[in-house]
């Protein structure tokens, strides 16, 4: 049985595992606090009673860590402060011993910096506020799945070695791949898009994508999860742009009706969504920067997104639209991939800012294939790309998608100081373990 449904079960025998959270070892009665992946309950044993003698000796020599399963009756004790009940044991089987003090303090995160508690991340997500975090992403991903699967999507599975460093201006990382180098995928775009030329119409991928970018900013790593989308037969990139908000609203909505508490008590953050996401231009969003908050930069800035500018696009969108996410368009083709559609030269694609940080890069893409080399050849890419193209030589539906990053998502929406707390295990230039 899980902690959270003894509360259905009082006056029954029931039996539970979990880690031993504390001990309070008394002169007439034992208290242990125990502890599963859904709550915590009391334990407690009288010590005049002599049947619990073997039971007092257990608990004489139980550390703080250990697994035990207890066997025994839960009744409702107003008087216990922790969710107003106890177990009354039968046995306490210890199922592994902790065999010294635990080295960080897990009830306490801030205690210790964050590069301690991530050479000992077994034991800091045993912290209630950093298990949340994977119960809250494991969520967000699943009803991510659960709209897409609702309008057929497939779910498919690319590769991440792979044979030639391509596509964008991203590094890559090498790997010798037995007399030769292979290359660790730094996005499943060129596969997503394969699948479009196959017929599959409608896929989705959540996989590792791997980036060599020696930036240590609070929002970037080495490998991340990606929920890349891809689609066809769609008319613009209003098609996707619609799509991913739709998703993200599902999403959240969703988490809402499940998490809110949790959200706003332990991570300080409310969802609250507007009807519709705002949608506006670079040089547009530039000249409101500038009317509004003084925020002026040299033109040739004015080609992508500064942080400084993705600051300040949240206090914008809020402001304006109250909308913790926006929608910017129009990015001039020498900042775009090569695979991006134009328009009048203008690329069909967009970013999306969620709380003034960019989640996303959507576009509707280039199938035609003479447009599509001849953009390719552009940026120097054409030779390196060769395989890729092929996937538009012989038909290629209209088609377009997205990727969203999963840990920089979930750090945004609970508000956390770093993507190192929104990641099982990070990675980032100076980090490689545990
Ligand atoms: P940025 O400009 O923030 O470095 P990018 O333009 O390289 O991002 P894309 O290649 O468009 O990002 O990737 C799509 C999404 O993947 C991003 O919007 C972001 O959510 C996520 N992402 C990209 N790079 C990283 C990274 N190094 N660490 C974590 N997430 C990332």
């Excluded at 538009?392 to 770093?418: S, W």
Aim: charged share 30%; aromatic share 12%.
């Amino acid at each position: 049985m899980k902690i959270k449904d003894l509360k259905d079960n009082f006056d029954k025998q029931i039996e539970i595992n979990g880690f031993v959270d504390n001990v309070r070892n008394l002169q007439w009665v034992q208290f242990l606090i125990i502890k599963d992946i859904t709550g915590s309950v009391q334990v407690t044993i009288e010590k005049s009673d002599e049947s619990n003698s073997k039971l007092v000796e257990i608990v004489n020599n139980l550390s703080i860590g250990s697994t035990v399963k207890i066997k025994g009756i839960v009744k409702e004790n107003s008087k216990v402060k922790l969710n107003g009940m106890e177990i009354i044991p039968e046995d306490i089987i210890v199922t592994s011993i902790s065999l010294n003090e635990l080295p960080i303090n897990i009830k306490d995160k801030d205690a210790q910096e964050i590069d301690t508690r991530l050479d000992y991340r077994f034991l800091d997500l045993r912290n209630d506020f950093n298990k949340n975090i994977f119960i809250i992403q494991s969520d967000i991903v699943k009803y991510f799945r659960e709209y897409l699967y609702s309008l057929d999507f497939l779910e498919i599975h690319t590769p991440k070695l792979i044979g030639t460093a391509s596509e964008s201006g991203s590094e890559v990382f090498e790997v010798k791949y037995f007399d030769r180098l292979a290359y660790l995928a730094q996005s499943p775009q060129f596969y997503k898009q394969m699948a479009m030329s196959s017929g599959f119409e409608k896929i989705f991928e959540v996989g590792p994508v791997f980036r060599a970018e020696n930036s240590n900013t609070n929002r970037h790593t080495t490998e991340f999860t990606g929920f890349d989308v891809e689609f066809s037969y769609i008319n613009s990139y209003e098609d996707v742009m619609d799509l991913e908000e739709n998703m993200i609203k599902y999403s959240l909505n969703k988490i809402n009706e499940k998490h809110s508490k949790i959200l706003s008590d332990m991570y300080g953050s409310t969802i609250s969504l507007p009807t519709k996401f705002p949608r506006i231009k670079l040089n547009d969003l530039y000249d409101e920067l500038e009317k509004r908050y003084g925020y002026k930069v040299d033109d040739e800035e004015k080609n992508d997104l500064t942080r400084e500018a993705e600051k300040l696009s949240y206090k914008y969108s809020m402001e304006e639209y109250n909308s913790e996410f926006l929608f910017v368009t129009d990015f001039p083709s020498e900042k775009r991939a090569f695979y991006h559609m134009r328009k009048d030269g203008i690329p069909q694609g967009y970013d999306l800012i969620f709380r003034g940080v960019e989640i996303t890069t959507g576009a509707q893409r280039e199938h035609r294939f003479d447009i599509l080399k001849e953009q390719a050849k552009e940026k120097g890419l054409d030779k390196d790309v060769e395989f890729y193209l092929q996937f538009f030589k012989y038909g290629c539906p209209p088609h377009g998608g997205f990727g969203i990053g999963i840990d920089r998502f979930t750090m945004l929406l609970l508000n956390l100081a770093t993507i190192k707390e929104s990641m099982f295990i990070f990675r980032g230039p100076n980090r490689l373990n545990p």
